[in-house]
């Protein structure tokens, strides 16, 4: 039904940028917000960046001013540009969509299945 694909992921060397891409697709009437969180080993996951529909931004304190988070014209892809990446930033990254299905029906959230990015010399 609803189709979330990331990609972008990879190896990085510290100072090094990457840039995510996430498609929504399928079964989808209206989506509210896209955004990008993270989950480390050991750690809980957490909100990275995330757009509304109205074009609000938020970032985490950890990644203001080295990440952006933009969307194409359709406001079906999201994209996250990463600069200046910090071995801290290794993570397994997660697209989420907050949408409904139909008319009338309330929002869910929708996770695509993660991308790794690792930040090593």
């Known amino acids: 039904q609803v189709r979330i694909v990331e990609s972008g992921g990879g190896l990085v060397q510290p100072g090094g940028s990457l840039r995510l891409s996430c498609a929504a697709s399928?079964?989808?009437?209206?989506?509210?917000?896209m955004g990008w969180y993270r989950q480390a080993p050991g750690k809980q996951r957490e909100l990275v960046a995330a757009?509304?529909?109205?074009?609000?931004?938020n970032y985490a304190d950890s990644v203001k001013g080295r990440f952006t988070i933009s969307r194409d014209n359709a406001k079906t892809t999201v994209y996250l540009q990463m600069n200046s990446l910090k071995p801290e930033d290794t993570a397994v990254y997660y697209c989420n969509v907050d949408a409904t299905v139909a008319a009338g029906r309330g929002v869910s959230d929708y996770w695509g299945q993660g991308t790794q990015v690792t930040v090593s010399s």
């Open positions: 757009i509304t529909r109205g074009g609000t931004t």
């Open positions: 399928g079964s989808i009437f209206s989506i509210y917000a």
